[in-house]
C-alpha cells in the first residue's frame, strides 16, 4: 500500500470557472454586447489591470518590508507607466462621453456614425498620447539631479514627489506638468463637458418620463466613472506645485490605483442591463448543458 503513495510536483488550477464561455468573455457571445461602448470597455478594463499591476504590488511589498527601496531604472519605468495608463484612461473616458452623446442625440445613425474604424481610431488615438505624453514628462523628470537626495515622500514614484527632490531650477518641469495637464485632463474634460451639455439638452426634449429616464440610464454609470476620475485629478493636478501637498498625492496615487480600479467594474457591470442578462444566459446554457 505504501509504495503506491506518491507526490506530485505541480497542481492545476481551475480557476474562477471551467466554463470556457466565460474565460473567453462575454462580449463575443451575445449581440447585445458587440456595441462600440463594449469595444472602449474592453480598452478601459485592460488600462486599469495594468494601472494597478504596474504600482500596487511594490506598495503591498513596501507594507512588508523595512527597507523600502527602489532602483533608478525600475522608478523611471513605474512612473512611465503611471503616466502612460492614466493618460490613456482619461482620454477614452472622453472618446466614450462622445459615444454616449450619438447613442442618444443621434441614435437613429449611432452605428453609422461610431463605425469600427472610427472606434478603432478614437482608441488608438487615446493610445498614442498618453503614451507620448508620459514619455515626454518621464524623460523631463528624471533628468533632474537630486544632489544626493533620495528619499521620496510618497507611495510611488511619481511626478511632484521627485521633483521636490530637485537641487535645481524646475522652471521646465512645471510648464511640462501644466501642458500635460491640459493635454490629458483639461481638454478631454471640456470635450466630455460639451458632449454632455448636448445630452442634457437632448433629454430635456424628451416629452415623457420614462424616455427621459432610459436616455439618462445610457449615461449613469459613465458620468459616474467621469465624475470620480476627472474630479480629483483636476483638483490635484492642476493645482500649483508649491501648493499641493505629499499627502494629498498619496491620497490621489491610491485612489486610481486601487479605488479606481475596484469600482470602474462594479459600475460599468453590476448595473448594466445587458452584462447582466448575458451572464445570466450563460449560467443558464451551462446548467442545462449539465441536465
Not at 9 to 32: A, H, N, W, Y
Not at 51 to 76: N, R
Not at 174 to 180: G, L, N, R, Y
Amino acid at each position: 500500500m505504501r509504495d503506491n503513495l506518491t507526490w506530485v510536483s505541480e497542481f492545476v488550477l481551475m480557476g474562477l470557472s471551467s466554463d470556457k464561455q466565460i474565460q473567453t468573455g462575454l462580449c463575443p457571445l451575445d449581440s447585445r454586447l458587440h456595441l462600440p461602448m463594449y469595444f472602449f470597455l474592453y480598452h478601459l478594463s485592460f488600462v486599469d489591470i495594468c494601472y494597478t499591476s504596474s504600482g500596487v504590488p511594490q506598495m503591498l511589498a513596501h507594507f512588508l518590508l523595512e527597507k523600502k527601496t527602489i532602483s533608478f531604472a525600475l522608478c523611471g519605468t513605474q512612473h512611465f507607466f503611471a503616466l502612460a495608463l492614466g493618460g490613456t484612461e482619461f482620454l477614452l473616458l472622453a472618446a466614450m462621453a462622445y459615444d454616449r452623446y450619438v447613442a442618444v442625440c443621434d441614435p437613429l445613425r449611432y452605428m453609422a456614425v461610431m463605425s469600427p474604424r472610427l472606434c478603432v481610431t478614437l482608441a488608438g488615438v487615446s493610445w498614442l498620447v498618453g503614451v507620448a505624453n508620459a514619455a515626454a514628462e518621464t524623460a523631463v523628470t528624471m533628468r533632474l539631479p537630486t544632489c544626493g537626495h533620495n528619499v521620496l515622500n510618497h507611495v510611488a514614484c511619481e511626478t511632484l514627489a521627485l521633483v521636490r527632490l530637485a537641487c535645481v531650477d524646475i522652471t521646465l518641469n512645471q510648464v511640462v506638468i501644466v501642458a500635460s495637464s491640459i493635454v490629458v485632463l483639461l481638454a478631454p474634460c471640456c470635450l466630455v463637458s460639451l458632449s454632455y451639455a448636448h445630452i442634457v439638452a437632448a433629454i430635456l426634449k424628451i416629452r415623457s418620463t420614462q424616455g427621459r429616464r432610459k436616455a439618462f440610464g445610457t449615461c449613469a454609470s459613465h458620468l459616474t466613472v467621469v465624475s470620480m476620475s476627472y474630479g480629483m485629478a483636476l483638483f490635484t493636478h492642476m493645482e500649483p506645485l508649491s501648493v499641493a501637498s505629499a499627502e494629498q498625492d498619496k491620497v490621489v496615487v491610491l485612489f486610481y490605483a486601487v479605488v479606481t480600479p475596484m469600482l470602474n467594474p462594479l459600475i460599468y457591470s453590476l448595473r448594466n442591463k445587458d452584462v447582466k442578462a448575458a451572464l445570466q444566459w450563460v449560467v443558464m446554457r451551462r446548467s442545462e448543458s449539465k441536465h
